[in-house]
């Protein structure tokens, strides 16, 4: 067999290093067609057995941020609506196709991206969801007055499982919108709505907590269920008539109710109403209630109860919540009285003993109180921000410390809170060592041991001083061009390339430069077996002769003895 040259080896091994690399991530869009301006959830799928963090860029928009990590997944839920939503309000907000880039990276620095497109297309969907006393929900989709689409539903986890699969909604011709019905175990859920036709699409996701069936009274008991727990979410032209909100509410005892009303809190009277169909309910009978909107001339977010009363007793309350928001402007949401430029920190950074990794942020308070802004949340382990107080309608500079002394990755939300709101920053940062000096000591060593090296033995170990020699340098130039984790890596590929070098100069070398130990190894072998043979044959050679030496010695003795015998004799 012949032997493989030693560069070739250290060339493998330390190249070994530089093969891992992340999968490349996979995503998802729930709803896969959305409208402009709706809401989405991106689901990004990344086995890696290393921990990894998960950013996102809408190219060309400079909106970026990263992906919590939940489940088993990294799951971005992007609404203008939904209070919980873990990525903010939704980036899709034209209709055109967007390049969403999601990068990960490795804890060992590798890194993988790839670029899922979104088309936001110029059907609005407008679900409105209710709750069936059975626990069954009532679906009601409004696509605006786009008539003629194709609607669908499919229902998530919280975790994005997939809780009832695609289902299409009928259409009732007498209000132009889509209906259906489905039944869920009690919990939380997302309902995605698709529409499509022929030319264009759209397409939302709205939260909704199913209750599951509900208990009544009893016999002879009276009371009134509002089906209506969801959101009501609407999108209009400034002054627009805004289309009237339908729920039904049920008496599940055995009276009758009557003298019913409606009654709702004076500072929503100016912006809402509620009506309902019937002034006297029948036992296990329904009736309907209507949600109107007054004035759509200005956004609004409402959170209230409406109390449905039997003369002066309240028999039932119907929840109701109505995000209104004006085309071109944007609906007040609760807890966005702060803003911070830029909204990420994002980065590979170099740990010194001497300077501290900062940045600096414009954060704007736009209340009309000051706003005594602190730092809250995980990282504030890891990240220090001074308290700083922020005038009214003013802003401030406010800069964040990296009090971290480890390398590693540092991933969350710098959370930045104050009386008149709140501004989550994301952060993904990756803190590296300063390799500066350990590369210049394991060139120092290197070329030591290349210095104490012979002529011949140089020339024998040529290709294996080159690779190692071109792996710190790489080692050096990644380390000055800011590529730290490349650094790492190659720097610990150029250590274990010296290590096996030292190792193999502790070996006898050849007889001669150019020797090929291939040929050495067959003519030591033909030498030792002629030596073994030559051996053998003196070995029974000595033993033939002492043979023939006793036969003489042997025959003597017996002619002696027959002489002497012949002398008695005589």
């Given at each position: 067999?012949?032997?493989?040259?030693?560069?070739?080896?250290?060339?493998?091994?330390?190249?070994?290093?530089?093969?891992?690399?992340?999968?490349?991530?996979?995503?998802?869009?729930?709803p896969n067609k959305v409208s402009a301006g709706g809401n989405v959830?991106?689901?990004?799928?990344?086995?890696?057995?290393?921990?990894?963090?998960?950013?996102?860029?809408?190219?060309?928009?400079?909106?970026?941020?990263?992906?919590?990590?939940?489940?088993?997944?990294?799951?971005?839920?992007?609404?203008?609506?939904?209070?919980?939503?873990?990525?903010?309000?939704?980036?899709?907000?034209?209709?055109?196709?967007?390049?969403?880039?999601?990068?990960?990276?490795?804890?060992?620095?590798?890194?993988?991206?790839?670029?899922?497109?979104?088309?936001?297309?110029?059907?609005?969907?407008?679900?409105?969801?209710?709750?069936?006393?059975?626990?069954?929900?009532?679906?009601?989709?409004?696509?605006?007055?786009?008539?003629?689409?194709?609607?669908?539903?499919?229902?998530?986890?919280?975790?994005?499982?997939?809780?009832?699969?695609?289902?299409?909604?009928?259409?009732?011709?007498?209000?132009?919108?889509?209906?259906?019905?489905?039944?869920?175990?009690?919990?939380?859920?997302?309902?995605?709505?698709?529409?499509?036709?022929?030319?264009?699409?759209?397409?939302?996701?709205?939260?909704?907590?199913?209750?599951?069936?509900?208990?009544?009274?009893?016999?002879?008991?009276?009371?009134?269920?509002?089906?209506?727990?969801?959101?009501?979410?609407?999108?209009?032209?400034?002054?627009?008539?805004?289309?009237?909100?339908?729920?039904?509410?049920?008496?599940?005892?055995?009276?009758?109710?009557?003298n019913l009303t409606v009654s709702l809190p004076a500072d929503v009277?100016?912006?809402?109403?509620?009506?309902?169909?019937?002034?006297?309910?029948?036992?296990?009978?329904?009736?309907?209630?209507?949600?109107?909107?007054?004035?759509?001339?200005?956004?609004?977010?409402?959170?209230?109860?409406?109390?449905?009363?039997?003369?002066?007793?309240?028999?039932?309350?119907?929840?109701?919540?109505?995000?209104?928001?004006?085309?071109?402007?944007?609906?007040?949401?609760?807890?966005?009285?702060?803003?911070?430029?830029?909204?990420?920190?994002?980065?590979?950074?170099?740990?010194?003993?001497?300077?501290?990794?900062?940045?600096?942020?414009?954060?704007?308070?736009?209340?009309?109180?000051?706003?005594?802004?602190?730092?809250?949340?995980?990282?504030?382990?890891?990240?220090?921000?001074?308290?700083?107080?922020?005038?009214?309608?003013?802003?401030?500079?406010?800069?964040?410390?990296?009090?971290?002394?480890?390398?590693?990755?540092?991933?969350?939300?710098?959370?930045?809170?104050?009386?008149?709101?709140?501004?989550?920053?994301?952060?993904?940062?990756?803190?590296?060592?300063?390799?500066?000096?350990?590369?210049?000591?394991?060139?120092?060593?290197?070329?030591?041991?290349?210095?104490?090296?012979?002529?011949?033995?140089?020339?024998?170990?040529?290709?294996?001083?080159?690779?190692?020699?071109?792996?710190?340098?790489?080692a050096e130039s990644a380390q000055l061009g800011g590529r730290y984790?490349?650094?790492?890596?190659?720097?610990?590929?150029?250590?274990?390339?010296?290590?096996?070098?030292?190792?193999?100069?502790?070996?006898?070398?050849?007889?001669?430069?150019?020797?090929?130990?291939?040929?050495?190894?067959?003519?030591?072998?033909?030498?030792?077996?002629?030596?073994?043979?030559?051996?053998?044959?003196?070995?029974?050679?000595?033993?033939?002769?002492?043979?023939?030496?006793?036969?003489?010695?042997?025959?003597?003795?017996?002619?002696?003895?027959?002489?002497?015998?012949?002398?008695?004799?005589?």
């Open positions: 067999m012949k032997s493989v040259p030693v560069f070739i080896m250290l060339s493998f091994l330390l190249s070994a290093n530089s093969v891992l690399a992340l999968p490349i991530p996979g995503v998802t869009f729930v959830a991106v689901i990004v799928d990344l086995p890696a057995a290393e921990p990894v963090s998960v950013s996102w860029v809408l190219t060309g928009f400079g909106r970026y941020g990263s992906l919590p990590y939940s489940g088993g997944k990294y799951i971005c839920h992007f609404s203008s609506t939904d209070a919980q939503s873990t990525c903010g309000p939704t980036p899709f907000a034209e209709e055109i196709t967007y390049d969403f880039q999601i990068d990960a990276l490795g804890a060992s620095g590798d890194n993988s991206s790839t670029i899922a497109t979104l088309p936001a297309g110029g059907i609005e969907v407008v679900p409105i969801l209710s709750d069936n006393p059975d626990g069954s929900v009532n679906m009601v989709v409004a696509t605006q007055g786009i008539l003629g689409a194709s609607v669908s539903y499919e229902v998530y986890t919280t975790a994005f499982d997939t809780a009832k699969g695609t289902t299409s909604l009928a259409f009732n011709p007498a209000n132009g919108n889509y209906f259906g019905n489905v039944t869920l175990p009690p919990g939380e859920y997302f309902f995605a709505f698709s529409a499509t036709t022929s030319s264009d699409h759209g397409g939302s996701l709205i939260r909704h907590a199913v209750s599951g069936p509900s208990v009544g009274p009893g016999p002879g008991g009276t009371s009134l269920l509002a089906e209506d727990k969801g959101t009501i979410r609407l999108a209009l032209n400034s002054g627009s008539i805004a289309p009237s909100i339908t729920g039904t509410i049920t008496n599940p005892g055995n009276d009758t109710v009557s009277l100016s912006t809402i109403s509620v009506t309902i169909s019937n002034t006297s309910l029948p036992p296990q009978q329904t009736a309907t209630y209507t949600i109107g909107i007054r004035d759509t001339t200005a956004g609004a977010e409402i959170i209230t109860e409406a109390d449905i009363k039997s003369g002066a007793t309240v028999v039932g309350r119907i929840p109701i919540r109505v995000l209104l928001s004006i085309k071109g402007i944007t609906a007040p949401v609760q807890g966005a009285g702060l803003a911070a430029t830029p909204d990420l920190w994002k980065g590979d950074f170099l740990i010194t003993d001497t300077g501290a990794i900062q940045n600096t942020f414009t954060v704007r308070n736009n209340g009309d109180l000051p706003a005594d802004i602190t730092l809250i949340g995980p990282l504030a382990a890891a990240i220090t921000v001074p308290p700083a107080s922020i005038p009214a309608r003013g802003s401030a500079q406010v800069t964040a410390t990296v009090s971290l002394k480890q390398a590693g990755t540092l991933a969350g939300a710098l959370v930045l809170s104050s009386a008149q709101g709140s501004v989550s920053i994301p952060v993904a940062l990756t803190l590296h060592r300063d390799l500066t000096a350990d590369i210049d000591s394991l060139k120092d060593d290197f070329d030591s041991f290349e210095g104490s090296l012979s002529e011949q033995r140089a020339e024998q170990l040529g290709g294996a001083i080159v690779t190692v020699s071109s792996a710190i340098s790489s984790a490349e650094a790492a890596s190659k720097l610990e590929a150029a250590r274990a390339g010296f290590s096996l070098l030292e190792d193999l100069e502790t070996v006898e070398p050849p007889p001669g430069p150019g020797l090929d130990m291939s040929l050495i190894i067959p003519i030591a072998g033909g030498f030792i077996a002629l030596l073994l043979v030559f051996i053998i044959i003196k070995v029974l050679r000595g033993r033939k002769g002492r043979k023939a030496g006793l036969d003489d010695e042997f025959g003597e003795d017996e002619k002696e003895e027959e002489t002497g015998e012949d002398e008695e004799e005589f």
